[in-house]
């Protein structure tokens, strides 16, 4: 089984930052990386498939990159409604697997 | 506008049984791989089961495998998932999500509001 490992668990930021979080594979998956974004009570969100591509309607400020074992998301400006749970997730072989969350707090 | 709705949850013993259902429309189910993924309370994601778009191919996470069964009829719009031999540990919300199959790999790019199972006595 592939095990992703994001970091961090948890990131205080304000509105304007810059922020990346990371996930790490156990073995390659090559590019089948996606993220999601979640809040409380609701469905999660995709926002980037195949690593670097972005999901129709999301806003541009949001980017992923990697490729192989280590992967990142990017939001280039918090926005308020930007404060949520992140998931990455890999495709590249089953079980699919999800990282274990990244919760993204307001300072 | 497409739209995933799941019903079946409830309160069930351990070592009970429910099915789950997944209504899809505002797309066309039949071209469309889905899937089961479902979250624990306060925990994360965790992918549950795949099916194809004919239904011809079928994956489990080990954790349910051989108590779970995925199923879908096209011709009613429906995904399904029997559940059987429930354990606390099952006790979850429960999503169904489209799988577009972007570049190759598996992508949820829709997903249902969820429909919790509670497994307790």
């Known amino acids: 089984d592939s095990q992703m490992t994001q970091s961090p668990s948890s990131l205080s930021a304000s509105v304007g930052d810059r922020v990346t979080i990371t996930c790490r594979a156990s073995?390659?998956?090559?590019?089948?990386l996606n993220w999601y974004q979640q809040k409380p009570g609701k469905a999660p969100k995709l926002l980037i498939y195949?690593?670097?591509s972005l999901q129709s309607g999301v806003p541009s400020r949001f980017s992923g990159s990697g490729s192989g074992t280590h992967f990142t998301l990017t939001v280039s400006s918090l926005q308020p409604e930007d404060f949520a749970t992140y998931y990455c997730?890999?495709?590249?072989?089953?079980?699919?697997?999800f990282g274990q969350g990244t919760r993204l707090e307001i300072k | 506008e497409v739209q995933l709705v799941e019903s079946g949850g409830g309160l069930v013993q351990p070592g009970g049984s429910l099915r789950l259902s997944c209504a899809a429309s505002?797309?066309?189910?039949?071209?469309?791989?889905m899937n089961w993924v479902r979250q624990a309370p306060g925990k994360g994601l965790e992918w549950v089961s795949y099916?194809?778009?004919?239904?011809?191919?079928?994956y489990y996470a080990d954790s349910v495998k051989g108590r779970f069964t995925i199923s879908r009829d096209n011709a009613k719009n429906s995904l399904y998932l029997q559940m059987n031999s429930l354990r606390a540990e099952d006790t979850a919300v429960y999503f169904c999500?489209?799988?577009?199959?972007?570049?190759?790999?598996?992508?949820?790019?829709?997903w249902g509001q969820g429909t919790l199972v509670t497994v307790s006595s």
């Open positions: 099916i194809s778009s004919s239904g011809s191919t079928i």
């Open positions: 195949a690593a670097s």
């Open positions: 997730q890999q495709s590249y072989s089953t079980p699919i697997t």
């Open positions: 999500a489209r799988d577009p199959r972007l570049y190759g790999g598996h992508q949820f790019d829709y």
């Open positions: 505002g797309f066309t189910f039949s071209s469309y791989e």
């Open positions: 073995q390659s998956i090559s590019s089948y």
